[in-house]
């Protein structure tokens, strides 16, 4: 994405006025630190001029709770005096705006898409209830201008400045952001009294930044031929016993993934009323696929593990137009307590010999 004559600067310091100009037309939403400093969390939360936005650390969690949030009421229900049943729909959440994210978070979207308009897999019902907050939402990324270890995603598709998936690419230089339009609708929000024109000097540096984070991933190995290898593995148990051995079934990468989407949903009631929950579910659970019977198809974590992998590199991507079900953004490896790597799992099923092994940090010693 080139810049252009309408690409807009905001200095760090017109941020906050930047964004409580657009709360004015939208939700906005924001990274935010929180907890003690130094070991706090950075989460995405409605923006709060007094609680300021933190764009210095990526955030820990992905922005899917915006769209897809952890637990959300479908509908409240209630047994009237006549035996008949009423049933009220949740209010409209309007326009929305997501401000800050980083290009992987934006692309995460699009893995949520196909799947809730309900393409695919035909007779698949669409979401409404993702697709109406998902026409109504805009998105302002952030294009990180460090990379940590953890993160891949020019493995699949992405880059530490892509634009996929955003409405406005906000790229690091100097004292602020030189703000590009990617999308018509991204174009309508570079207006306002806390945006100048971006200067040469702001151009030159937007660009040395996205230059720099591109030049700081390591070389990225080919996994086109991932589906079929994870495929081939499908039969392997001992492969898949070794990849899952220090799995502690928590459950933590598939929160934290940005392009998880699957979910529970219990009738919670008291009396003759309640409401319909729906809440986030992870396959890495060994609950997910217990079925009333007592019978688990998926009954050990090196099947779970196997699901995961595999949902995400060879089943996802045969229904979506080869596009994998992975951003790269890394938290699942960043923060899983016994060090499963995402990474190792795909590079071990496409065979060692063909990974490539220092493009993954650490993955001699994981074994060991
Ligand atoms: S975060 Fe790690 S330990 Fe927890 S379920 Fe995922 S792979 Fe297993
Ligand atoms: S699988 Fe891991 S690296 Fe891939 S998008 Fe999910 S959390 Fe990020």
């Known amino acids: 994405m080139a810049m252009n004559a309408q690409s807009k600067f905001v200095s760090r310091d017109a941020l906050s006025e930047f964004l409580a100009e657009l709360?004015?037309?939208?939700?906005?939403?924001?990274?935010?630190r929180e907890g003690m400093e130094g070991a706090g969390a950075v989460m995405y939360r409605p923006f709060d001029q007094a609680a300021g936005v933190e764009l210095d650390k990526k955030p820990t969690?992905?922005?899917?709770?915006?769209?897809?949030?952890?637990?959300?009421?479908?509908?409240?229900?209630?047994r009237e005096t006549d035996g008949g049943l009423s049933l009220e729909s949740p209010p409209d959440p309007g326009p929305t705006l997501i401000f800050g994210l980083p290009p992987c978070d934006a692309r995460g979207f699009l893995i949520f898409d196909p799947v809730y308009a309900g393409s695919g897999t035909a007779g698949r019902a669409q979401d409404t209830y993702y697709l109406r907050r998902r026409s109504k939402t805009v998105l302002i990324a952030r294009a990180c201008s460090r990379v940590?270890?953890?993160?891949?995603?020019?493995?699949?598709?992405?880059?530490p400045a892509g634009s996929e998936g955003a409405d406005v690419l906000a790229l690091e230089a100097d004292d602020g952001f030189v703000l590009e339009a990617v999308t018509p609708a991204g174009a309508e929000l570079l207006e306002g009294k806390a945006l100048r024109p971006a200067g040469d000097k702001?151009?030159?540096?937007?660009?040395?930044?996205?230059?720099?984070?591109?030049?700081?991933?390591?070389?990225?190995?080919g996994i086109s031929e991932a589906p079929e290898a994870l495929r081939r593995r499908f039969d392997d148990a001992p492969f898949w016993r070794d990849e899952?051995?220090?799995?502690?079934?928590?459950?933590?990468?598939?929160?934290?993934?940005?392009?998880?989407?699957?979910?529970?949903?219990?009738?919670?009631?008291?009396?003759?009323?309640?409401?319909?929950l729906r809440s986030?579910?992870?396959?890495?659970?060994?609950?997910?696929?217990?079925?009333?019977?007592?019978?688990?198809?998926?009954?050990?974590?090196?099947?779970?593990?196997?699901?995961?992998?595999?949902?995400?590199?060879?089943?996802?991507?045969?229904?979506?137009?080869?596009?994998?079900?992975?951003?790269?953004?890394?938290?699942?490896?960043?923060?899983c307590p016994s060090g499963v790597d995402i990474r190792r799992v795909v590079t071990d099923a496409l065979g060692r010999e063909t990974a490539s092994a220092g493009a993954v940090p650490g993955k001699e010693k994981r074994h060991a």
């Open 23 to 32: 709360s004015a037309r939208f939700r906005v939403w924001a990274p935010r």
């Open 61 to 78: 969690e992905s922005a899917k709770r915006v769209l897809f949030p952890p637990a959300e009421a479908l509908f409240r229900f209630r």
């Open 148 to 159: 940590l270890s953890t993160c891949f995603c020019h493995w699949v598709g992405g880059g």
């Open 202 to 221: 702001a151009v030159k540096a937007a660009e040395q930044s996205r230059a720099s984070a591109q030049k700081n991933m390591l070389p990225a190995p």
């Open 244 to 276: 899952a051995a220090h799995c502690l079934s928590c459950g933590a990468c598939t929160y934290l993934c940005p392009t998880c989407y699957c979910f529970n949903m219990t009738d919670e009631g008291a009396g003759t009323s309640g409401i319909r």
């Open 280 to 335: 986030w579910d992870a396959c890495m659970a060994p609950l997910f696929t217990l079925e009333a019977s007592g019978h688990n198809p998926r009954p050990d974590k090196a099947a779970r593990l196997k699901n995961r992998i595999g949902h995400k590199f060879s089943y996802y991507p045969s229904l979506h137009g080869q596009r994998f079900a992975c951003v790269g953004c890394g938290r699942c490896i960043k923060s």
